[in-house]
């Protein structure tokens, strides 16, 4: 079930119809369900998404999961935790468009995800040539996966010591286009992408580490 029924909400309905889902889309605007396409076979039900009767006609009964991309914070998240307390549904997401707000709603229980941050990130994995950008933080800030650039030093180094001397977790590595899963023999090679999870107020740190020459110990 989609609650909102713009850019995102349409996509993600188009999506997960095209993946045999079946789908029903809320919005309190029944011009919005002009985005759907003109085969979609999901319900368009029109009224306020954390209105008990709305939800009601739309299924959330038998709802296996509740997303939340409406244009509103506030009424994202009420309505997730509608979904959530008052009908039992388990996988519930919700879109913010205020990262501040995304540690309060953590403690909730909601998993969100903030655009703006999200956007952001994004567009500084571009335009920065070096050091690390998350592609994703965790909602309350303290975790993130990043991609992060090595020394040419690094090449031929095992991923077991690049976490050992960073303290981080290597997440994967994209060789080729490819993701690749580090094993105890894997060795970063020459035009490796190399993704670190760790803890983002260490992100400096590691950064430093991995772009000076390892020493003769670490490599």
Same mark, same amino acid.
């Given at each position: 079930?989609?609650?909102?029924? @713009?850019?995102?909400?349409?996509?993600?309905?188009?999506i997960?119809?095209?993946?045999?889902?079946?789908?029903a889309?809320?919005? =309190?605007?029944?011009?919005?369900?002009? =985005?759907?396409?003109?085969g979609?076979?999901?319900?368009?039900?029109?009224? *306020? @998404?954390?209105?008990?009767?709305?939800?009601?006609?739309?299924? *959330?009964?038998?709802?296996?999961?509740?997303?939340?991309?409406?244009?509103?914070?506030?009424?994202?998240? *009420?309505?997730?935790?509608?979904?959530?307390?008052?009908?039992?549904?388990?996988?519930?997401?919700?879109?913010?468009?205020?990262? =501040?707000?995304?540690?309060?709603y953590?403690?909730?229980?909601?998993?969100?995800?903030?655009?703006?941050? #999200?956007?952001?990130?994004?567009?500084?994995?571009?335009?920065?040539p070096?050091?690390?950008?998350?592609? #994703?933080?965790?909602?309350?800030?303290?975790?993130?996966?990043a991609?992060?650039?090595?020394?040419?030093? #690094?090449i031929?180094?095992?991923?077991?010591?690049?976490?050992?001397?960073? @303290?981080?977790?290597?997440?994967?590595?994209? =060789?080729?286009?490819e993701?690749?899963?580090?094993?105890?023999?894997?060795?970063?090679?020459? @035009?490796?992408?190399?993704?670190?999870?760790?803890?983002?107020?260490?992100?400096?740190? *590691?950064?430093?580490?991995?772009?000076?020459?390892?020493?003769?110990?670490?490599h």
């Amino acid at each position: 079930m989609i609650m909102g029924c @713009g850019r995102v909400g349409s996509t993600l309905a188009h999506i997960l119809e095209d993946n045999g889902h079946s789908v029903a889309v809320i919005d =309190r605007d029944p011009q919005a369900f002009r =985005r759907l396409r003109a085969g979609f076979r999901g319900r368009r039900v029109t009224g *306020i @998404g954390f209105d008990r009767d709305v939800l009601e006609e739309a299924g *959330i009964a038998s709802a296996a999961a509740f997303v939340a991309v409406s244009s509103g914070d506030n009424s994202n998240i *009420i309505s997730a935790r509608v979904a959530r307390e008052m009908f039992g549904v388990d996988n519930v997401v919700a879109r913010i468009y205020d990262p =501040r707000r995304a540690e309060v709603y953590q403690r909730l229980g909601i998993p969100t995800v903030a655009t703006v941050r #999200w956007t952001a990130d994004q567009i500084l994995r571009r335009v920065l040539p070096e050091g690390a950008e998350p592609l #994703w933080r965790d909602p309350t800030g303290t975790v993130v996966l990043a991609e992060v650039a090595f020394h040419q030093g #690094w090449i031929g180094t095992r991923a077991r010591v690049i976490e050992d001397v960073t @303290g981080a977790r290597v997440a994967f590595v994209n =060789r080729m286009g490819e993701a690749l899963v580090p094993k105890d023999a894997t060795v970063l090679q020459e @035009g490796d992408l190399l993704h670190l999870v760790a803890a983002e107020n260490d992100m400096d740190r *590691i950064n430093k580490v991995l772009s000076a020459p390892p020493s003769d110990e670490e490599h």
